[in-house]
């Protein structure tokens, strides 16, 4: 983590809304207080009273407070508000040239996925799967994992995360590091704003999604042959509801076909989605994993970071 008591230290963190609102007035107040004091000097391009619809802002604006972040340069980090939709509706509108060569460290998930692949497939740009302001920040009780893991990917240009995992046989392969939210993925399809990668080792999230969509929308990326890769990790799918129809089909046995199908081996357990305890994954980055049939490790190397004067010790 930062160090807070030296100015030096001190890190500017832009505060975007590309996609909803916070529901939350005095969960954003207690975001930015949480931030000031890790050591950062907030820059808050959200305004609560620009919300529209189901929106932050709207559209323009929105792409205005990407751009704006971007272009300031007192900001290091861009931590995206909170997900729910719209990046779909601003991906056309916004500079990706610009944006990929701001030199900093673009940070969400959920709908965020959308803009971190369109950075991924129109520049080859890394950013970073990881908080967002809601709800990572703004809980009265926030995770010391998932902070943890945070400051210390950002510090560094290289970060290791180890994890109980289930899978059929060990495993040891290398590959870019993609993916994020199961449902953007899926969406993007098709788009200019999906990349193409091969070989690599895709990591995969989603929430509310019942089994069988999970298979759908990977069956969807097979046959759409964004699945060549050297592993699938499952991140955290939770939040579904099962019924009498399902008849015995529920996620182990969707996991038991996909496994059988794909063709590529598949992993359980990365601690990342919409949960409480996640770690940072740099999207876009040389990644290393190794699974000896109980623990995985992934390592990440290669990505953008804070400057080193910015981290306590240095």
Same mark, same amino acid.
């Given at each position: 983590?930062?160090?807070?008591?030296?100015?030096?230290? #001190? %890190?500017?963190?832009?505060?975007?809304?590309?996609?909803?609102?916070?529901?939350?007035?005095?969960?954003?107040?207690?975001?930015?207080?949480?931030?000031?004091?890790?050591?950062?000097?907030? *820059?808050? =391009?959200?305004?609560?009273?620009?919300?529209?619809?189901?929106?932050?802002?709207?559209?323009? #604006?929105?792409?205005?407070?990407?751009?704006?972040?971007?272009?300031?340069?007192?900001? /290091?980090? %861009?931590?995206?508000?909170?997900?729910? =939709?719209?990046?779909?509706?601003?991906?056309?509108?916004?500079?990706?040239?610009?944006?990929?060569?701001?030199?900093?460290?673009?940070?969400?998930?959920?709908?965020?996925?959308? &803009? /971190?692949?369109?950075?991924?497939?129109?520049?080859?740009?890394?950013?970073?799967?990881? @908080?967002?302001?809601?709800?990572?920040?703004?809980?009265?009780?926030?995770?010391?994992?998932?902070? #943890?893991?945070? +400051?210390?990917?950002?510090?560094?240009?290289?970060?290791? %995360?180890? &994890? *109980?995992?289930?899978?059929?046989?060990?495993?040891?392969?290398?590959?870019?590091? +993609?993916?994020?939210?199961?449902?953007?993925?899926? !969406?993007?399809?098709?788009?200019?704003?999906?990349?193409?990668?091969?070989?690599?080792?895709?990591?995969?999230?989603?929430?509310?999604?019942?089994? =069988?969509?999970?298979?759908?929308?990977?069956?969807?990326?097979? !046959?759409?042959?964004? $699945?060549?890769?050297?592993?699938?990790?499952?991140?955290?799918?939770?939040?579904?509801?099962?019924?009498?129809?399902?008849?015995? =089909?529920?996620?182990?046995?969707? &996991?038991?076909?996909?496994?059988?199908?794909?063709?590529? @081996? $598949?992993?359980?357990?990365?601690?990342?989605? !919409?949960?409480?305890?996640?770690?940072?994954?740099?999207?876009?980055?040389?990644? !290393?994993?190794?699974?000896?049939?109980?623990?995985?490790?992934?390592?990440?190397?290669?990505?953008?970071?804070? @400057?080193?004067?910015?981290?306590?010790?240095?």
């Amino acid at each position: 983590m930062i160090d807070a008591t030296n100015k030096s230290a #001190e %890190i500017g963190v832009a505060i975007v809304a590309p996609g909803g609102y916070a529901p939350d007035d005095a969960g954003l107040v207690r975001a930015i207080e949480r931030l000031q004091a890790q050591g950062c000097i907030v *820059h808050n =391009y959200y305004d609560p009273r620009r919300k529209h619809l189901r929106f932050g802002a709207a559209n323009e #604006e929105r792409v205005a407070q990407l751009h704006a972040a971007a272009t300031d340069p007192d900001v /290091q980090i %861009i931590l995206a508000l909170r997900g729910g =939709y719209g990046m779909s509706r601003i991906l056309p509108d916004l500079d990706f040239g610009m944006l990929a060569g701001c030199g900093k460290l673009f940070v969400g998930h959920s709908d965020f996925t959308a &803009f /971190q692949m369109a950075l991924l497939a129109r520049q080859a740009a890394i950013s970073f799967a990881g @908080p967002m302001i809601c709800d990572d920040f703004t809980r009265e009780e926030p995770s010391a994992f998932t902070m #943890e893991q945070f +400051w210390q990917c950002v510090a560094r240009p290289s970060h290791t %995360i180890e &994890f *109980h995992a289930g899978g059929v046989a060990p495993l040891d392969v290398s590959g870019i590091l +993609w993916g994020g939210n199961l449902s953007m993925l899926a !969406h993007l399809v098709g788009t200019p704003y999906m990349p193409v990668i091969e070989d690599g080792i895709l990591f995969i999230e989603d929430v509310n999604e019942h089994p =069988y969509r999970v298979e759908r929308m990977l069956l969807q990326l097979l !046959h759409a042959g964004r $699945l060549r890769q050297k592993a699938i990790v499952f991140g955290d799918f939770s939040n579904y509801r099962l019924s009498a129809y399902d008849n015995g =089909y529920d996620f182990d046995r969707m &996991f038991d076909y996909l496994r059988e199908r794909l063709g590529v @081996p $598949l992993l359980t357990g990365l601690p990342f989605g !919409h949960i409480r305890d996640k770690a940072t994954l740099a999207v876009g980055c040389r990644a !290393h994993l190794r699974f000896d049939g109980k623990i995985a490790t992934l390592a990440m190397s290669g990505y953008p970071c804070l @400057p080193h004067d910015s981290v306590e010790g240095e």
